[in-house]
């Protein structure tokens, strides 16, 4: 059967209307909604570490005989806003090649997590809670030289504190050899994040 040409004009346009609508409903159809997360930002923490001797040094000590002994104690303060290990190493160095000093003087270092104030030296009211090195200064240089060997590992937060009292004694038994003897020591506490 044929169409005459105006029923298939009249169909075509039909069609196109169609497809138009669609197309035009189709893009306006979809639903939407958004949130947003605001004020983001990021800040690096710190670590820091101080102590209250304000650089002078905890031990001077001349003239010592066997048996003699002396003590000192210095405040170690964490400030640092991020959790850190902190630990004790040291260096000790003889005076003279050859010297012994080191390997007579014995050191015992402890620990007092509960005092606060200035130390600055003296021990005030110090309560030992634990130990953190019994041994010869020698064996101390040797075998806490550095953080990673450090000593008395202390798993610090801020504005946290501990006192560290040094007991040095002379041992009784040094022979002859040690007269003159001398040494030198620095005790570093070092933090770092954990």
């Not at 009249?10 to 306006?28: D, E, I, K, P």
């Not at 690096?44 to 010592?64: C, E, N, Q, Y």
């Not at 501990?162 to 933090?191: C, K, M, P």
């Amino acid at each position: 059967m044929l169409v005459p040409g105006g029923l298939r004009l009249a169909a075509a346009v039909l069609s196109v209307a169609l497809v138009t609508s669609f197309v035009v409903r189709g893009s306006y159809a979809a639903f939407s909604g958004a949130t947003s997360s605001t004020g983001n930002s990021w800040e690096a923490g710190t670590v820091t570490i101080r102590d209250d001797d304000s650089g002078s040094t905890l031990f001077t000590a001349s003239g010592l005989t066997p048996g003699d002994t002396g003590e000192r104690c210095i405040l170690v303060t964490y400030d640092g806003s991020a959790a850190a290990d902190v630990r004790l190493y040291g260096s000790v160095s003889d005076d003279t090649a050859g010297d012994t000093l080191d390997s007579n003087l014995d050191l015992v270092v402890t620990y007092d997590s509960t005092t606060t104030g200035t130390f600055a030296g003296g021990c005030g009211d110090f309560s030992p809670e634990g130990t953190v090195y019994t041994g010869t200064l020698a064996a101390f240089g040797t075998t806490h030289s550095a953080y990673a060997s450090g000593a008395g590992s202390w798993a610090a937060t801020t504005n946290q504190t501990r006192v560290y009292r040094f007991v040095y004694t002379l041992n009784a038994a040094a022979g002859d050899d040690v007269q003159g003897d001398g040494v030198s020591a620095i005790f570093t506490w070092e933090a770092q994040n954990t």
